[in-house]
Structure formats: structure tokens, C-alpha cells
């Protein structure tokens, strides 16, 4: 997951190229159908392209943005889009010194954590580290028991895991936590009751003989 300042940076990148693909365009476009017009030389020819790249002081402003956004984009090619795996451990400060939190013993003390809440069903909890450390999410996805109030139990979730990830890890100054949950729905016998039944065909009525009066033709 990219922090805020890599998306903005990414997307001022993205601008720019598009940006200068379209005046790169544009210019050979109009280099094609007029390219006397477009020269920067006194002796011009009618079907000739001619520039005087040292004379003209705008090249060099348009070579060095070009050699800029050309640096940015290997950057961007070599950093930004690499793929980053989740971090086997976080980083957590404390007076003594930094301590390395395994992922997998933070998710099972969250776990451990939110089983605790009664009108809880099922918990499933995923830290992601893939921010570097800047960002920390943890992403929570719950089932909660038939008749519970989903209001109550997704604050009282949100309540509990945030000071149970305090009380384990002590992110740095930079970093800050994220808690993201997911309702996948209600267990119990209530949740199953709601389902349509199938409709039942009426049962057929026993004979008892031929009622009176009997109409008669004729």
C-alpha cells in the first residue's frame, strides 16, 4: 500500500509524461505538414526542418525538463512500482530500545483480542506492512452472532484492537495505524430462519361422498 505523498507524487509523474507526449505530438505534427515554418533558422526551405539548437535559449529549458522528467520516470520504474511483500516484523519503540514485533504474533494477540467480545462470532485479522512502516493496517474482517446490534460490536471491535496493537507495539513518530474492518454477515439460527422456505403445496382433502342437493340436466 503507497502512502499519500507516493500517490501524489505518481500521479504529478503521470501528468507530465502525458503532458509532454502530447506537445511532443503536436510539434511533429506540425514539423510534418509545415516544417519551413517551424524553423528557427533565417535561411528557410520550403520542405526543410532546420533548428539552430545552440542559438535558441527555449531548447535548453525544454532539454533540461526533458532530462528531469526523464530521471523521474526511471526512478519511478525502479522504486515506485517495484513490489514490496508484507515486513515479517514491526519495528516498535520503547525506552530501552526498538523492538521487532513478528507480524504473525500481532495478528494472534488481535485475534485473541477480539474473541474476547461476546456478540462476536468469528474473527479473522491481517496486519499489512507494506508501506515501510509509515502506514500500518490492520485489516479485520467479523461475523457477528444473530440479534446483535452491528453498531455496538463494530465500535466496541474497533475499541478493542487499537489498545491491544498499543499495547504491543509502539509505532515511531512517522508511522500511524489504520484499522479497517469488514462485516461478512450474521451467524445463528435466527440469520438461517431468514431465508425463504420453500412454498408447500396444500394437502389434498380426503373424499367423504357426494355432497347435496346433485343438479340434474334436464
Not at 81 to 101: D, K
Not at 163 to 178: D, N, S, T, Y
Request: proline share 6%; with cysteine.
Amino acid at each position: 500500500m503507497k502512502s499519500g505523498v507516493e500517490q501524489i507524487l505518481g500521479r504529478l509523474l503521470l501528468f507530465a509524461n502525458i503532458a509532454a507526449a502530447i506537445v511532443a505530438c503536436l510539434v511533429a505534427l506540425l514539423v510534418w505538414a509545415a516544417p519551413e515554418a517551424m524553423s528557427t533558422v533565417s535561411n528557410r526551405e520550403p520542405g526543410v526542418f532546420r533548428i539552430a539548437v545552440r542559438d535558441a535559449s527555449g531548447l535548453g529549458l525544454v532539454a533540461f525538463a526533458a532530462a528531469v522528467l526523464l530521471v523521474g520516470d526511471v526512478l519511478w520504474l525502479a522504486w515506485g512500482l517495484a513490489p514490496r511483500g508484507p515486513q515479517a516484523a514491526i519495528v516498535s519503540v520503547t525506552e530501552a530500545g526498538p523492538v521487532r514485533v513478528a507480524r504473525e504474533a500481532l495478528e494472534t494477540g488481535l485475534r485473541a483480542a477480539g474473541d474476547g467480545i461476546q456478540e462476536l462470532a468469528r474473527l479473522r485479522v491481517h496486519v499489512d506492512t507494506r508501506s515501510r512502516g509509515r502506514l500500518i493496517v490492520v485489516q479485520a474482517q467479523f461475523q457477528a452472532k444473530d440479534g446483535a446490534s452491528l453498531e455496538r460490536v463494530s465500535a466496541e471491535l474497533r475499541r478493542v484492537l487499537g489498545e491491544r496493537f498499543r499495547q504491543l507495539v509502539q509505532l515511531p513518530a512517522h508511522a500511524r495505524l489504520e484499522l479497517a474492518l469488514e462485516f461478512g454477515g450474521f451467524v445463528g439460527r435466527g440469520a438461517k430462519a431468514a431465508e425463504a422456505s420453500p412454498p408447500q403445496e396444500p394437502e389434498a382433502q380426503p373424499f367423504t361422498g357426494p355432497r347435496y342437493p346433485i343438479d340434474e340436466d334436464g
